[in-house]
């Protein structure tokens, strides 16, 4: 349902008549001059008309529910359907399990024949030519020893190099005199000759001697 505007047209007319009036005489009031005064004056003395607009009409409340109404009815639950179980059939394999692989057999080396046993080492000590009593003779003793009738045993060591030469003596015991030890370490690296000393292989190479020179004066 619609509502239009009711407002009366009469008054509506009237109000746009006098609007029309005041602007009007206005405008008649600046051409001719008047005084302004005047103009507020009779615009004092105009009466508007204050249109108001009725307010709308209030709208029905709802009509009351009726009395009869039914609640709703309550949500119909469906029990959950159970089945039995299905039986399966379980087939199962007959197929005899193969027995597990054997491991590799791992077998031992052949036996090694045994290395060669090493050769025979020919190593050798040098050795004295001759006889070694004619390296120091009475004919040798010291004229002063003898004199003083100084008597000892000097022992000695001698260095061979690879020709069978003495390279070298050392007195090893001492006589007690040093006149008879420096004889016999002088009369052996000149007189004595050796076989130089042998390596494992067979080659002469430095060898040594030891031996003793006993100093004793000759009984007449």
Same mark, same amino acid.
């Given at each position: 349902m ?5 407002t009366?047209? *009469?008054n509506r ?10 602007t ?5 009031g600046l051409?001719?001059g ?5 103009v507020?004056?009779l615009?004092? *003395?105009l009466?508007?008309?204050?249109v108001?607009?009725? $307010?709308p009409p209030?709208e029905?409340?709802p009509?009351p529910p009726p009395?009869?109404e ?9 029990p959950?359907s159970?089945l039995?179980?299905v039986?399966?059939?379980t ?10 692989p054997q ?6 080396? /052949?036996?090694?024949?045994?290395? $060669?046993? /090493?050769?025979p080492?020919?190593a ?6 001759g006889?070694p009593?004619?390296w120091?003779?009475?004919?040798d ?11 000892g ?7 061979v190099?690879p ?8 007195i090893t015991s ?8 420096q ?14 000393a042998?390596d494992?292989d067979?080659n ?11 100093w ?5």
């Amino acid at each position: 349902m619609a509502y239009g505007d009711s407002t009366d047209p *009469k008054n509506r007319v009237v109000a746009i008549v006098l609007v029309g009036l005041l602007t009007g005489t206005l405008g008649y009031g600046l051409v001719n001059g008047l005084n302004i005064q005047m103009v507020k004056t009779l615009a004092e *003395k105009l009466d508007v008309i204050e249109v108001e607009e009725p $307010p709308p009409p209030e709208e029905p409340p709802p009509p009351p529910p009726p009395d009869n109404e039914l609640p709703p009815p309550p949500p119909v639950v469906v029990p959950p359907s159970v089945l039995p179980p299905v039986s399966q059939n379980t087939l199962r394999d007959t197929t005899p399990t193969p027995p597990p692989p054997q491991p590799p057999q791992v077998l031992p080396p /052949p036996p090694q024949a045994p290395p $060669p046993p /090493p050769a025979p080492s020919r190593a050798a000590g040098a050795k004295a030519k001759g006889n070694p009593g004619r390296w120091a003779t009475n004919d040798d003793y010291p004229a002063r020893a003898q004199r003083e009738e100084r008597e000892g045993t000097t022992g000695f060591r001698v260095t061979v190099g690879p020709d069978g030469r003495v390279t070298g003596c050392d007195i090893t015991s001492s006589s007690g005199h040093a006149d008879l030890d420096q004889e016999t370490c002088k009369l052996v690296t000149r007189r004595a000759r050796f076989d130089p000393a042998l390596d494992r292989d067979g080659n002469p190479t430095t060898g040594s001697y030891a031996n003793r020179v006993r100093w004793q004066i000759p009984k007449e």
